[in-house]
């Protein structure tokens, strides 16, 4: 019955047993991570915009297997920071498509970028103020210079995600040609311009992805007649996906034909950087049950994983589909002569926070202590945004490639976590 449901497509796609056994294996709260599904969502991105340039952004998942793999099929890399760009550099062995966005950079990241630069001369560095062109000139770079513009709008799953309008990002668009201008004069070679509205743009939110490119096609055309040919307009990633069962998943063909019609006439390529639409339903987390109690008004579920292990519930109040596999092992067995009922259930984790909710009351079959939960769509933004809060060790990761299994990035230790701090 779940078959087609898109938010748990790669949940039903994995035999539920196959996932304990990994489980069983690798121990939880672990991270399982479906190459070929990244694949898939590759392809899909270049059928839907054939003509495009697509850089994957690196945020999303920076698992070195997942850049690999995209890396591969043809796939660009947007690095936000010096630690991506390394990745990236490692990955790739070239700068050609590999873009670095910098945000506020730190010296740093700047002084490494600039290195890079000099082994890589095809680096593109996208600069989102003047004050970043300044300390580009003065680390003596001249290499290929994008401006990341704020076009004044934005989208979006949250206001949290919300770039496109948020003053942190950006030169605002209408300074982007005098300040193209006077980095041209300055000896930079300007090769783009570039914007992002936002992350989880879905199909309800055309409107507002038409009303961006055909600011970035109205632009880019300013920027054509005063400063000099463009090579490309980059107008970032923000591809939604379905998270809720009910969700329709977004029509590509629909943003590809909206973006084509605002900047097709643009004598410059079209680049998009999406990062979640490659990564998101190709992960899932797995947790065991270890704690299932009364509480007044639902049933508390606790869990081997929190929001340290997957923040987004508790940051945007995020939706992710969650399975009880050792519920579905059990209907699914020939002998299976129970079937669990289904309660409300609120899933929590072990971090020390009222707000480390997966789930409030949701509707599953009920839990029991040693149960193994599948919560999906967590490929993209999962891992990358886990942290080590209450000294807990970030989780394994593993890939599915090819139907093999293999440990992509080992589990923590409590010495990984304090071992950095002065010897005592
Ligand atoms: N390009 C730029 C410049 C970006 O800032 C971002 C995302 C992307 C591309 C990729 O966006 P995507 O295609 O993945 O939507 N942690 C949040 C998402 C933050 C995204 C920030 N920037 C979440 O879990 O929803």
């Given at each position: 019955?779940l ?7 790669r ?5 539920p047993?196959r996932?304990e056994?990994l489980?069983g294996e690798y121990?939880?709260?672990?991270y399982?991570?479906?190459l070929d ?9 270049e059928?839907?915009f ?7 952004a690196?945020?999303a998942?920076a698992?070195?297997d997942?850049l690999e793999t ?7 890399l947007?690095c936000?920071s010096?630690?991506?760009l390394s990745r990236?550099?490692v990955?790739t062995?070239?700068g050609?498509?590999v873009?670095y966005?910098a ?7 700047l002084?490494?970028?600039?290195e890079?630069?000099e ?7 996208t600069a989102g103020?003047?004050d970043?062109?300044?300390r580009?000139e003065e680390r003596?770079?001249?290499g290929?210079?994008?401006?990341r513009?704020?076009?004044g709008?934005g989208?979006g799953?949250h206001?949290?995600?919300q ?9 605002p668009a209408e300074?982007?040609v ?6 041209a004069d300055?000896?930079f070679?300007v090769v ?5 509205v ?6 309800d939110?055309?409107?507002a992805?038409r ?7 109205e632009?880019?055309?300013?920027v ?5 040919d463009l090579?490309?307009v980059?107008?970032?990633g923000g591809f ?7 969700d329709?998943p977004?029509?590509?063909e ?6 084509r019609e605002?900047?097709g006439d ?5 680049t998009?950087e999406?990062?979640?639409y490659f990564v998101?339903?190709?992960?899932v987390l797995?947790?065991e049950?270890n704690t299932?109690?009364?509480?007044r008004?639902t049933?508390?579920?606790g ?9 987004r519930?508790?940051m945007?109040?995020?939706y992710?589909p ?13 002998d299976g002569?129970?079937?669990?009922g289904?309660?409300a259930?609120?899933?929590?984790g072990?971090?020390?926070e009222s ?6 009351d949701?509707?599953l079959?009920e839990?029991?202590r040693?149960?193994l ?10 891992y990358e945004?886990a ?5 807990r060790?970030?989780p ?5 490639e ?8 080992r589990?923590e230790?409590?010495d ?9």
């Amino acid at each position: 019955t779940l078959e087609g449901l898109p938010a748990v497509r790669r949940l039903t796609a994995w035999e539920p047993t196959r996932l304990e056994s990994l489980a069983g294996e690798y121990e939880t709260p672990l991270y399982v991570l479906d190459l070929d599904r990244v694949r898939e969502n590759a392809r899909r991105l270049e059928s839907a915009f054939p003509d495009a340039e697509i850089l994957y952004a690196v945020k999303a998942n920076a698992l070195s297997d997942a850049l690999e793999t995209l890396h591969e099929a043809g796939i660009g890399l947007e690095c936000a920071s010096a630690g991506e760009l390394s990745r990236a550099l490692v990955v790739t062995d070239s700068g050609a498509d590999v873009h670095y966005t910098a945000v506020n950079p730190p010296a740093g990241d700047l002084d490494i970028a600039v290195e890079a630069w000099e082994a890589y001369p095809e680096l593109t560095i996208t600069a989102g103020a003047e004050d970043t062109i300044d300390r580009l000139e003065e680390r003596g770079y001249d290499g290929r210079l994008c401006l990341r513009v704020n076009p004044g709008i934005g989208a979006g799953h949250h206001e949290k995600v919300q770039t496109g309008a948020n003053a942190k990002f950006g030169v605002p668009a209408e300074r982007a040609v005098d300040v193209l201008a006077d980095a041209a004069d300055r000896g930079f070679d300007v090769v783009g311009i570039h914007a992002h509205v936002g992350s989880g743009v879905s199909s309800d939110q055309l409107d507002a992805h038409r009303e961006f490119v055909s600011r970035m096609g109205e632009l880019a055309r300013s920027v054509t007649a005063a400063v000099g040919d463009l090579e490309f307009v980059d107008i970032g990633g923000g591809f939604g996906v379905p998270y809720r069962e009910a969700d329709a998943p977004l029509d590509l063909e629909a943003v590809a034909e909206a973006t084509r019609e605002a900047v097709g006439d643009v004598d410059a390529q079209l680049t998009i950087e999406p990062g979640r639409y490659f990564v998101a339903d190709a992960g899932v987390l797995l947790t065991e049950v270890n704690t299932v109690k009364d509480a007044r008004e639902t049933t508390l579920v606790g869990v081997d994983a929190g929001m340290t292990t997957l923040l987004r519930p508790a940051m945007y109040d995020a939706y992710h589909p969650i399975r009880n596999l050792t519920a579905d092992t059990e209907a699914d067995s020939s002998d299976g002569d129970r079937s669990r009922g289904t309660t409300a259930q609120t899933i929590t984790g072990p971090i020390c926070e009222s707000g480390d909710v997966f789930c409030t009351d949701r509707e599953l079959p009920e839990s029991e202590r040693g149960d193994l939960l599948a919560i999906g769509n967590a490929g993209a933004y999962g891992y990358e945004m886990a942290n080590q809060y209450n000294s807990r060790p970030r989780p394994a990761s593993v890939v599915i490639e090819d139907g093999t299994v293999r440990l992509a990035r080992r589990r923590e230790t409590i010495d990984d976590v304090t071992s950095v701090e002065r010897e005592s």
